[in-house]
C-alpha cells in the first residue's frame, strides 16, 4: 500500500466585528490523504474487472489509463479495472494513474496471452527475525508446483482449478534464531515444462534490534474542523491559521491586552454535524512563549443527550502552564454528536495580562482497530512479555512491529537500557527563573538516548501518566552555520503513540510539573529509533565511558552529570575526551560553583533543573533562557578536561553566569556583561586555581592590567562607573564588583568555601536581591547596590562607591543588548548616602579599592611599606625591592591623581607603568599600602 500526506493552505478569511469567523466555503482543500491498496494486478487472456479500494479524503479523485484496452470507472472508493479479452501471443501492460488533488499513485496492469506464462505480483520480500506473514498473487495459465525455503511455511489459503487463474497464495516466514541473515527462494514452475518464476525472501539475522514495519498499525482519525470564531484576535493572525495545517501561521489574540476585560478569550471550533472525537492536541507556537495557554476551560456542545438537541457542557478544565510543548488531552469520556468545542482561555503567557496564541488545534477519533499489548505483554508500554507467552503466541501475532519485539525479549536479545524508561518529573524551570530572578535552567533533563531520522515513523509507547502532561522533543544541532537548539513537539497519551518525526535529531521527553516533587515516573518505551545511548554520572561509571561513546550512532551525543547537561558532537568527544566522567564532573564543579556564590545553598534554594549546555554553529558562545551555546570550533578545548579547567574555563562560567545574573538588581543597564563575570573570576581563581584575568591580562599600553586601567580612568578621572574612558571597559567595570569578593570573602573568609552553611558576603547579597523589589530605572538599581553591599557587610562603603564612581551623577543613553538610560542624580546619592549613615556600620580600615588577586594577603595582615628604588624614564616608571605595596598613585601639583597602578602582572619585586599623560615639575609619586599609608617614591 503507498500513501502520502500533503498540506494545503487555507484561503484567507474575512474577519467580522469582534469575532474572527472562517467558514466551510472560505477554504480550499485540506490535508488529502491518497492509498491505493493494490500497486500491481494481473489478467488473464478473457475480458476481466478487478476492484481496487481507494482511500482519500480528497473531494475528488480520478483514474486514467495509458491503454485502450484497459479502461477505468470511479465509484465512491472504488476503482474498477476492465480489460477487453486478448488473443495476442505475449503478456501485454498499462500503467493507471491515481490522481487526488496534487497526489498521484500508479497501478501496473498485466495481461497474459497465449504464450505459458506465470506473473507474480510481489517478487521480493524482507521480514525481520521474528518472522511474518507473507503473501503474493500468482497468475498463469499453466499448472505449476511450488517449492519453500524449509523456513517457509504454506498458510491456509483458497484454491482453484489449475487452468489459468489468479490465486493468492500467503506463507509464514518463522523466527530467524540466527544472527546472520538468511535468503531464499520461493519457486513457482510449470509442471512437466520449463517455464519458472521466482519469489525472494531476505529475513534479517537476530543480531541488533532493529524496529519493526508498522504496516498495519492504523492511525488514528482526525476530525477535520469546518470553521471557528474568536473573541480576540490580531489581524492576520485569526483563528483559521490555528486550523490550517501549517506550524509557521499561528492564532494570536490582539496585541493591545490593556483593556480591563481582556481575559477571557474564546475560541470555537465547529465541525460537520454528528462528529465523534476522543481526544485534541494543542500545539503552541514555534517560537517565543507569548499566548501559550494556561487556565482554559474547554467546552463541548452536542446532541449527545435524551432530547437529542444541541447543547454546550463544560467537560474540563485545564492549566497547561504556559508550556511551549505539544500537548494531547483525552476528554473524560468519548465525545458524541459534536458540532462544536470551545475553549476559554482564562490566562496566557506574556507581558502585562499575557496573550493566547495557537499554532495548530487538532481533534481526532480514536480507531477502533488497534493491537491491543496484553496479548503478549503485561501493560501497555510492551515493555515486558506477560508470564508463560508461548512462541506460537508470537507468531500468531497479526503485527509484525509487535511481533518483532516479542520475539528478541523472549531471545533476551531486546536493547532495554535506553528504549525502555522510567522518566522523572521536573519543574518548569521558568517557576524559579521568577523566584530567581535568573534565567531559566534547562527544558532537556530528559534525554532518552534515542536518535531518529527526518521523516521516520516511531513508536512511543507511555504507560500511566498520572494525570500528568507529557510530551517528546526531537532536537537537529545540525544546521551549518546555524543553531539548532528547539526541535518539533510531539505530544504523548498513555498507549501507543505512532507519530512521524518532522525532522531528524535525538529525542528528549518533556514531563514538567509543579507536583514534581511527589509526582510519579512515567514509564515510556520507545520503540522505534536507533539507540544513541548517552553518558549519566547517577547511571554509569567512568569505566562505561569508551563503550558508551563507541556505540553511538548520531552526530551528537548528551553526557548528563548532576548539575549540568553537556550535548556536542560525538566526534568532538572521541578526539578530546577521554574521561567523560571527568569532563562532565568539572562542568557539575562550575555549575554547583555558582550556585554556592549565589547564596542558592546557604538558602535551600539549589536550581532544580540542569544548566544545558550545546553546540552551535555560527556565533562565538552566547546564553539565553533554557540554555547556553557554544561554537564547534571552541570544543576541542571545552571537551578537553584539562584545558577547560586551567586556560578554557572562563567562556562556559561566562556564559553560566549570564544565566545566573539576579535581575535587575545585579544585572542593570551597562553590566549585562559584567556581572556575569563575578562568576568567571570566582571559577576561574577560587574553584580552579588558575590566575586572575583582571591581574594577569596584559593591556599593552602601559598601564598593565585592568586593575590599573580602571583605577586611572575611574578613580583618578573621578569618572562615573557607567561611562569612562573611551570604551567604558566591561573588565574594568568588573574591578570594583570582585574587589568585594576578594576582601569580604578571600581576606574575612565571607566566601562559601569558608563558610560551614556555604554562606558569606556575596550569597547575602544574591538573596537580599532575590528578596526585594525591583527598583524601576538602572540609576536606582545601581545606587540602591551600594546600600545592599553596606547592610550586608555590616560597614559603610560610601568612600568606596564613591571612588568607584556609582555615586556620581550620571544622564547617559547606553546601548546594552538594547538602548536605555542611566541616570543618577543627586537627590538619589545624597538618599543613598544617607541611607548608608543611618546603617551605623564603620568604614573599612584599608584602601578597599586598591586590593587585587595580588595583594590579598597584604590586606590580611596589613603590614607597612619597605622602600626600595625608583627610576623614571619620561613617563615611565620602574620600582625595585618595595615591599607591601598595593597601588602607586601619581599625582599632579595639586594632588589630583594623574595616574594608578600596581605596576606587575605576576608578584615580581620590580613594578613597571607608563602613565599617558607627561610627567611634569610638581608630579610626585606615592607608593600605597594595603592601609591607605603613602610613602613618597624619589628617583
Not at 498499525?217 to 491559521?241: H, R, T
Request: a negative charge; proline letters at 4%.
Amino acid at each position: 500500500m503507498k500513501k502520502h500526506l500533503i498540506s494545503m493552505i487555507f484561503a484567507a478569511i474575512v474577519p467580522l466585528l469582534l469575532y474572527a469567523c472562517s467558514a466551510e466555503e472560505e477554504k480550499t482543500v485540506t490535508s488529502t490523504t491518497l492509498e491505493v491498496a493494490q500497486s500491481a494486478i494481473d489478467f488473464k487472456s478473457d475480458a476481466g474487472t478487478r476492484d481496487i479500494a481507494i482511500v482519500t479524503d480528497a473531494d475528488n479523485w480520478t483514474a486514467r489509463s495509458d491503454k485502450d484496452w484497459c479502461s477505468v470507472a470511479v465509484n465512491g472508493s472504488t476503482l474498477t479495472v476492465n480489460v477487453s479479452g486478448y488473443d495476442g501471443k505475449e503478456t501485454r501492460e498499462a500503467v493507471i494513474r491515481v490522481t487526488a488533488d496534487a497526489l498521484t499513485e500508479t497501478v501496473n496492469v498485466r495481461q497474459l496471452g497465449s504464450d505459458p506464462a506465470i506473473l507474480i505480483s510481489q517478487q521480493t520480500f524482507t521480514v525481520e527475525a521474528s518472522g511474518s506473514d507473507i503473501a503474493f498473487d500468482v497468475t498463469t495459465n499453466v499448472p505449476v508446483t511450488i517449492t519453500l525455503p524449509e523456513w517457509v511455511k504454506e498458510k491456509p489459503a483458497d484454491t482453484r482449478a489449475s487452468e489459468m487463474v489468479t490465486t493468492t497464495h500467503r506463507y509464514i516466514v518463522l523466527a530467524n534464531p540466527e544472527d546472520g541473515e538468511r535468503t531464499g527462494n520461493i519457486t513457482v514452475k510449470e509442471v512437466g515444462g520449463e517455464l519458472e518464476a521466482l519469489v525472494s525472501v531476505t529475513q534479517k539475522g537476530l543480531g541488533e534490534y532493529e524496529s519493526g514495519d508498522m504496516e498495519g498499525i492504523k492511525d488514528d482519525i482526525k476530525v477535520p474542523v469546518e470553521s471557528g470564531e474568536a473573541s480576540s484576535f490580531q489581524g492576520g493572525s485569526n483563528i483559521d491559521k490555528s486550523f490550517d495545517g501549517d506550524m509557521s501561521t499561528i492564532y494570536h489574540s490582539n496585541w493591545n491586552n490593556a483593556g480591563e476585560h481582556y481575559f477571557p478569550i474564546t475560541l470555537t471550533y465547529n465541525f460537520p454535524a454528528g462528529s465523534d472525537m476522543d481526544y485534541f492536541i494543542y500545539y503552541p507556537r514555534t517560537s517565543g512563549p507569548n499566548g501559550n495557554f494556561k487556565e482554559v476551560e474547554i467546552r463541548v456542545k452536542s446532541n449527545a443527550n435524551t432530547r437529542g438537541a444541541d447543547e454546550w457542557n463544560t467537560v474540563m478544565t485545564k492549566n497547561f502552564g504556559g508550556t511551549n510543548a505539544a500537548v494531547r488531552i483525552n476528554f473524560p469520556k468519548a465525545q458524541i454528536g459534536v458540532t462544536s468545542v470551545q475553549f476559554i482561555v482564562k490566562s496566557g503567557s506574556g507581558d502585562g495580562q499575557g496573550f493566547a496564541a495557537c499554532a495548530e488545534m487538532e481533534f481526532y477519533k480514536k480507531n477502533p482497530g488497534a493491537f491491543d499489548p496484553l496479548t503478549l505483554f503485561t501493560d501497555v508500554t510492551c515493555s515486558e512479555l506477560k508470564p508463560g507467552l508461548t512462541d506460537e503466541e508470537i507468531e500468531n501475532c497479526p503485527y509484525s512491529f509487535y511481533k518483532n519485539i516479542a520475539y528478541y525479549m523472549k531471545q533476551g536479545k531486546y536493547p532495554t537500557e535506553f528504549r525502555i524508561q522510567d522518566y522523572k518529573a521536573w519543574p518548569n524551570p521558568d517557576d524559579q527563573s521568577k523566584t530567581h530572578k535568573t534565567s531559566p535552567y534547562s527544558l532537556r533533563d530528559n534525554p532518552t538516548g534515542i536518535s531518529v531520522k527526518d521523516g521516520e515513523q516511531l513508536m512511543v509507547l507511555v504507560g500511566d501518566t498520572h494525570g500528568q502532561i507529557i510530551s517528546a522533543v526531537i532536537q537537529n544541532l545540525d544546521v551549518p552555520g546555524g543553531d539548532g537548539f528547539g526541535g518539533t513537539f510531539y505530544p504523548l497519551s498513555e498507549g501507543a503513540n505512532k507519530i512521524t518525526a518532522r525532522n531528524k535529531g535525538l529525542m528528549y521527553i518533556l514531563y514538567h510539573t509543579p507536583d514534581y516533587e511527589t509526582a510519579q515516573p512515567v514509564k515510556i518505551h520507545i520503540a522505534s529509533g536507533q539507540v544513541n545511548g548517552y553518558f549519566d554520572v547517577a547511571k554509569h561509571q567512568a569505566s562505561d565511558w569508551n563503550k558508551l561513546l563507541s556505540n553511538a550512532v548520531d552526530k551528537y551525543f548528551d553526557v548528563v552529570g548532576h548539575y549540568a547537561h553537556l550535548t556536542f558532537p560525538t566526534e568532538r568527544f572521541r578526539a578530546h575526551t577521554p574521561d567523560g566522567k571527568a569532563l562532565i564532573d568539572a562542568y557539575d564543579q562550575i555549575v554547583n560553583s555558582e550556585m554556592e556564590l549565589m547564596g542558592l545553598y546557604k538558602y535551600n534554594k539549589l536550581f532544580k533543573n540542569r544548566m544545558y549546555l550545546h553546540v552551535m554553529y555560527t556565533s562565538y558562545m552566547y546564553a539565553t533562557s533554557y540554555h547556553t551555546a557554544y561554537n564547534d570550533g571552541t570544543l576541542a578545548e571545552l571537551c578537553n578536561v584539562d584545558k577547560l579547567k586551567t586556560s578554557s574555563c572562563w567562556g562556559p562560567a561566562h556564559e553560566i553566569g549570564h544565566c545566573n545574573q539576579t535581575r535587575p538588581g545585579l544585572k542593570w543597564l551597562g553590566t549585562t556583561e559584567v556581572t556575569n563575570n563575578i562568576m568567571s573570576e570566582y571559577i576561574q581563581t577560587t574553584i580552579f586555581g588558575q590566575p586572575s584575568r583582571l591581574q594577569t591580562e596584559n593591556m599593552g599600553d602601559g598601564s598593565r592590567n585592568r586593575y590599573s586601567k580602571a583605577w586611572t580612568q575611574i578613580i583618578a578621572a573621578g569618572a562615573p562607573h557607567g561611562n569612562f574612558g573611551s570604551d567604558s571597559d566591561v573588565f574594568c567595570k568588573l574591578v570594583p564588583f570582585w574587589q568585594l569578593e576578594l576582601y569580604f570573602g578571600k581576606v574575612l573568609g565571607q566566601t562559601p568555601l569558608q563558610q560551614a552553611d556555604k554562606g558569606g558576603f556575596y550569597p547575602d547579597v544574591y538573596e537580599y536581591i532575590r528578596t526585594h523589589d525591583n527598583l524601576k530605572t538602572a540609576g536606582e538599581q545601581q545606587t540602591e547596590f551600594v546600600y545592599i553591599c553596606s547592610l550586608i557587610a555590616k560597614a559603610n562603603l560610601l568612600d568606596f562607591f564613591t571612588k568607584w564612581g556609582f555615586l556620581t551623577p550620571i544622564d547617559v543613553t547606553l546601548d546594552d543588548y538594547g538602548v536605555g538610560k542611566l541616570t543618577v542624580t543627586q537627590s538619589r546619592i545624597d538618599e543613598i548616602k544617607k541611607r548608608v549613615e543611618a546603617l551605623g556600620y564603620p568604614k573599612p580600615d584599608v584602601a578597599l579599592e586598591y586590593i587585587t588577586d595580588n595583594s590579598v594577603e597584604l590586606y590580611k595582615t596589613k603590614p607597612g611599606i619597605i622602600s626600595g628604588t625608583a627610576t623614571r624614564s619620561g613617563s615611565t616608571f620602574t620600582m625595585t625591592n618595595w615591599k607591601n605595596v598595593v597601588a602607586y598613585e601619581v599625582v599632579d601639583e595639586t594632588g589630583k591623581k594623574v595616574c594608578i597602578s600596581d605596576g606587575v602582572l605576576a608578584p615580581s619585586n620590580t613594578a613597571t607603568f607608563t602613565m599617558k599623560t607627561a610627567w611634569k615639575d610638581g608630579f610626585k609619586v606615592y607608593a600605597v599600602s594595603a592601609t591607605g599609608d603613602k610613602t613618597v617614591v624619589t628617583f
